[in-house]
């Protein structure tokens, strides 16, 4: 049998499968006229205060193709990563309103319907955006693809972690996530809550990730699979006061504040 | 929202494209009902979008990425792929090879991407690289497994078939 016979031969036996066609309506989630609708920050502490440290790893991932974008490929949509976050700008958000929500709406047996918005993190031209509530949480993903418009990705996870020694709880820890996508689409999430005013991670291979934290909820992701290495939190005085390392062992290492010299 | 003349353009996209889109979707997924939520929200995106879809270089090649992007939103690790290709009721015009059915089927997952977009939905080999975020020259690899795949176990069962 040739090839040509073959492909006759695959298409003919697939020809059976058909669709029943059906009245397409506009999805009826509109698209936003102006930025994020966000809960008020008085209220995003109490947003994660149930979160759940499962012993299970879950993971979604969700990519669309929306909106009009600067038109820059996939290739470089990862490659001005960068280490310390921005705020995302207003075309990032407005995307991220339609289409994380809208993944949510698609997944309300899984994530229990919509989820407040908690946390925000750009990084180059890429921004991931939380949503959480009780045990629940969606990290989204926005970044340009080569169609000059946008993917979206979700993805969820939770991982059996104790709590940190008071300054830093760990929500979602690593990960890694890989779409039939363009370009690369692999990438990792750290989230949780902590009291300290700046966060840092140091990565495995030796670049410091400066976290999002904003009202007692940090974030911070990077592209591929990386691990990283140590957790870092700082006072508001630049002072270290808690340090773990989650992703080699469950150990936790807090610093203690410095003892008063007993003046000898 | 979309106005009326850019939806009759759309109403003829569809007709055409619906089932080839299907067949490719579903044989990508190995899912049938997933495979029929993800192209009806495909078409629906398509159509949300069509000013800019339907000027696209292959509005299929939009439409199945999207399809595909859709499926892998689902829990996978709660979903079972089907083992076989579902039983329809359908009088085929001309008989259908079970077999070729089945092992096309069960195709590894990657050759049944290529398999469905390159044959099923006839996209060209650098559209296929494109949809599947790989190269061209993996697709030729992928499909030239696929065929002979398909060649060494079509033959092998003639020859079983004619031994009994």
Redo the contacts between chains.
């Keep these: 049998m040739n090839d040509e016979q073959l492909v006759a031969d695959v298409r003919r036996a697939f020809g059976r499968y058909r669709m029943e066609p059906v009245a397409i309506a506009e999805p009826a989630v509109p698209m936003p006229t102006d930025g994020v609708a966000r809960p008020p920050l008085s209220g995003r502490r109490g947003m994660l205060g149930g979160l759940s440290m499962v012993g299970v790893a879950i993971a979604l991932a969700v990519a669309f193709t929306l909106g009009v974008g600067p038109g820059h490929g996939p290739e470089s949509a990862f490659a001005g990563w960068q280490p310390v976050p921005t705020m995302p700008d207003r075309a990032m958000r407005a995307i991220a309103d339609t289409e994380c929500h809208r993944f949510m709406d698609g997944n309300v047996d899984t994530l229990g319907g919509q989820l407040p918005l908690v946390a925000q993190d750009q990084r180059g031209r890429a921004a991931l955006f939380m949503f959480g509530e009780n045990s629940k949480y969606l990290a989204c993903l926005v970044r340009p693809n080569d169609y000059g418009t946008y993917d979206a990705f979700g993805y969820g996870s939770a991982r059996a972690l104790e709590p940190l020694n008071g300054h830093i709880e760990l929500a979602a820890l690593g990960g890694s996530l890989n779409v039939p996508s363009p370009g690369p689409s692999d990438f990792v999430v750290i989230f949780g809550r902590t009291d300290a005013s700046k966060l840092v991670i140091e990565r495995s291979d030796g670049v410091d990730v400066t976290a999002t934290v904003s009202d007692g909820i940090f974030v911070a992701w990077w592209p591929g699979n990386g691990g990283g290495r140590t957790l870092i939190a700082y006072d508001d005085t630049g002072r270290v006061i808690e340090s773990a390392q989650p992703w080699a062992t469950p150990c936790i290492c807090r610093v203690e504040p410095p003892t008063p010299s007993s003046g000898s | ?2 106005e009326p003349a850019e939806v009759e353009g ?1 109403e003829t996209f ?2 055409d494209a ?2 080839p889109v ?2 490719a979707v ?2 990508a997924t190995r899912h049938p009902e997933r495979a ?1 939520d993800a ?3 495909a ?3 398509a ?3 069509w000013d ?1 879809v339907s000027v ?1 270089e292959n509005p299929r090649a ?1 439409v199945i ?2 399809a ?3 499926h ?4 996978r ?1 709660w979903q079972r792929e089907a083992p076989e290709p ?1 039983e ?1 009721a ?1 009088q ?1 015009e ?1 008989p ?2 079970p077999w ?2 089945r092992t ?1 089927w069960r195709l590894p997952r990657r050759q049944r ?1 290529v ?1 469905a977009l390159r ?2 939905l006839d996209l060209s080999a650098e559209q296929t690289a ?4 790989i190269t061209v020259g993996a697709v030729g690899a992928h499909l030239h497994r696929a ?1 002979g795949t ?2 060494s176990m ?2 092998a069962t003639s020859f079983a078939e004619a031994a009994e």
């Design positions: 929202m979309t759309f569809y007709r619906l089932d299907y067949r579903l044989l029929e192209v009806h929200e078409f629906a995106r159509l949300e979008r800019r696209h939009w990425r999207v595909l992007n859709h892998t939103s689902s829990w690790i579902p329809i359908v085929d001309l259908i090879d070729l059915l096309v991407q398999v044959i099923l494109e949809t599947l975020g065929l398909l060649r079509l033959g």
